[in-house]
């Protein structure tokens, strides 16, 4: 690829200092708290962590989507230039279906269930285009077979419930992608679909990615689904970033602690089963009552290796680790790694 | 049958056995099941009246499964684990079949067209007994516990209703299961919102140990779980088998989570059992092509090793309408390959024994090998189409 013309040109999204609160009858839910990350164009960034760790709140800020009177939310939204917090409602309207497209989980959080599949796909044409009737059909048939919708000139007019739940992720891509937005946001696309399934899928969004040069934020739990298909990676906990990095590097070169924890706890295929799982103990933190040093600390096997006690007093900073690795926590590099290692080579050398 | 057993000490109920050599060293049949099938009526017409259908959940299955062995059942949405595991637990009437627990007969309901003869139930005496010996845990740890009981409350619910009227000895039991799943003693009048997910889970895994069972049916047990959560109830799963002998069905669709657990797997389709091996030979060596493609389709955790993909064409069809013959044949990448044999459409095939031990229910398990399954894999290009 071009990569002395990728070094110069800047990510094609960047996120600064992203904070999001929510005022709650129980107190106030820190969903994300001071976020950073960039996307090259082009590219897959994952966002992994567990429910609650502020994902889908992240995804739905770079959407416009958040309800400014009832959130909280301070920080910088970069996209092709251009920042998105300060943009009055209606321009972040125009750019939401052009620009950015999201998906989801449930297809029928963006389908409406009393309107024809092909009728929704032409309304979202409708929306920020100037097209005719005729043109905007052939289009959207166009994108449904595409997207692999068999009998497509039949499936355009079916309503969202007469297709399975496969057919109607397809038909939601279709939806996202049929502006050819330069950002795509994928919330858990497979998380509800059966694996034969999840893997048709995935392997829809890659191709659809190379053949529209779209950049894609793909957000799971899923650590398999993140080994596949991102460039890099930034992992969550407690509405913090606590480590970036390139995919590589965050599965075979991890530094965080929570990261390791979640590399040795979950079953995998291609490991000893005779192995004991090292699970993490504990439980996620609560939003409305974020720990005060490292968010990470009260579940952290090495807060005693820290001095003074400082992971449960200072919050530690997303730092550098390399050029493209950035990890928050507050144990040297070489101690982080040394860790990582031990601990590494004992699950390798479980292995077959 | 069962011994009987001191009510506020667990034993086991067979000797503890290392998990994976289960099968070997304890060979007798805790459960057997035989020709076991549920169908769900599709009703329609005016007012509902007339059967137009039958939702064929579970359509014939057989199998057995050893005391102290955990028996992993794997299979996509929909395909019947949830209802064979609660028609087993005679939660759900069956449409007909056998099943047998630990000698006793549940039920043995002639299928149709077998000669007509009267079924047969366990008396409700007899299925009381039953009862305390096999339990279950199920997915959803915030649906399953009624919120009005208390910590207490709940895990003592089973001793009471089976006998154990005294209090105190009561609340002796309940503090001992908790402490046995992890969970404070302290707790234990505190009701189920006051718990996490986990917890929750480790109350319902307390609730079924309660009455001390042999066999404990767990439905997806760790999969509304938070990832860092899971590995913690999957350790309890198997720390409890090893302690105290327990048998395990256990259904889930994760087969990473279901490696873990199982010494032997059974894979569903379509009501189906379509393929049954040990763990370790099913993993490393499927012989029935959906297996072969359900276990190319899970991504690895490893960048390194991106898999090549067998991708099924289209979606699992209805089980209210399932296709002729092979049920699989509509996504068959081995029935293209060898040319859309005419028996794949025509024949049902049945699990039957290959050399290996492991059986399938494929008429061509003999034809998959390394190179079939790599040019199944190099066919799957990356623009895949679903099918009608
Ligand atoms: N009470 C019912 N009435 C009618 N159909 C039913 C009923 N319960 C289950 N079914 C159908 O029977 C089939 C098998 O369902 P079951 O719940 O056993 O699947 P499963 O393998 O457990 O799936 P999952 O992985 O989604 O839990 C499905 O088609 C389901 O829709
Ligand atoms: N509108 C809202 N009001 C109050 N709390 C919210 C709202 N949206 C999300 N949250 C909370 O913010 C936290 C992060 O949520 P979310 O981003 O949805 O997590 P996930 O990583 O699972 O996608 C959670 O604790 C969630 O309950
Ligand atoms: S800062 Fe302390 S508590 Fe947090 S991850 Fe590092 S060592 Fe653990
Ligand atoms: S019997 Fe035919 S259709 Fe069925 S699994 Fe075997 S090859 Fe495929
Ligand atoms: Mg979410
Ligand atoms: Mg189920």
Known sequence: ?????????????????????????????????????????????AIVGESGSGKSVTAQAIMGLIDRKAARMTGEIWLDGQELIGLPADEMQALRGSQVAMIFQDPMSSLHPFYRVGAQITEAIFAHRSVGAKAARAEA???????????????????????????????????????????????EPTTALDVTVQAQILGLIGSLQSEFQITVIMI??????????????????????????PTSVLYHQPEMPYTLGLLSSVPRMDRDVSMRLEPIPGNPPSPIRLPPGCVFAPRCKYVDRVPGGACA????????????????????????????????????GGAA | MTETRAPNTLTPSSPAVAPGVAGAVAPDTLLRVDNLVKHFEIRGGLLGMSRVGAVKAVDGVSFSVRRGEALGLVGESGCG????????????????????????????????????????????????????????????????????????????????????????EREALVRDMLGRVGLNQSHIHRYPHEFSGGQRQRIGIARALALHPAFIVCDEPVSALDVSIQSQVLNLLNDLQAELGLTYLFIAHNLAVVEHISDRVGVMYLGKLVEMANVDDIYANPRHPYTVAL??????????????????????????????????????????????????????????????????????????????????????????????
């Open chain 2, 295 to 388: 276990l190319s389709a899970v991504p690895e955790p490893d960048p390194h090793r991106r898999k090549k993909r067998i991708i099924l064409k289209g979606d699992i069809p209805s089980p209210a309408n399932p296709p002729s013959g092979c049920r699989f044949h509509t996504r068959c990448w081995l029935r293209e390959q060898l040319g859309r044999p005419e028996r794949c459409t025509t024949e049902e095939p049945v699990l039957r024994a290959l050399g290996s031990g492991q059986e399938s229910a494929c008429h061509f398990a003999e034809e998959i090998s390394p190179e079939a399954v790599a040019s199944a894999v190099a066919s799957s290009g990356p623009t895949v189409t679903a099918e009608p």
């Open chain 1, 141 to 187: 048939l166009e994108m449904l077979q595409r997207v692999g919708i068999p009998a497509a000139e039949r499936r355009i007019d079916d309503y969202p419930h007469q297709l399975s739940g496969g057919m109607r992720q397809r038909v939601m891509i279709a939806m996202a992608l049929i502006n050819k937005p330069a950002l795509l946001i994928a919330d």
């Open chain 2, 81 to 168: 684990k949830t209802t064979l595991g609660k028609v087993i637990l005679r939660l759900l009437p069956a449409t007909s079949g056998r099943v047998e627990m630990d000698g006793q007969v549940l039920f043995d309901i002639p299928a149709r067209g077998e000669p007509r003869r009267r079924p047969v139930y366990a008396s409700n005496e007899a299925m009381k007994k039953v009862r305390q010996n096999m339990q279950v845990v199920f997915q959803d740890p915030y649906a399953s516990l009624n919120p009005r009981m208390s910590v207490g409350e709940l895990v003592g619910e089973g001793p009471l209703v089976h006998g154990m009227t005294d209090k105190k």
């Open chain 1, 220 to 245: 799971t739990h899923d650590l398999g689904i993140v080994a596949d298909v991102a460039d890099d990676v930034a992992v969550m906990y407690g509405g913090r970033i606590v480590e970036v990095a």
């Open chain 1, 313 to 348: 007093s200072a919050r530690p900073e997303l730092l550098h680790a390399a050029p493209d690795h950035l990890v928050r926590c507050h144990l040297p590099s070489e101690e982080r790694q040394q860790i990582a290692q031990d601990l590494l080579r004992v699950l390798a």
């Open chain 1, 1 to 45: 690829m071009t990569s002395p013309a990728r070094a110069v040109e800047p990510p094609l999204l960047s996120v600064k200092n992203l904070s999001v609160a929510f005022p709650t009858e129980d107190g106030l839910v820190q969903a994300v708290d001071d976020v950073s990350f960039s996307v090259e164009k082009g590219k897959t960034l």
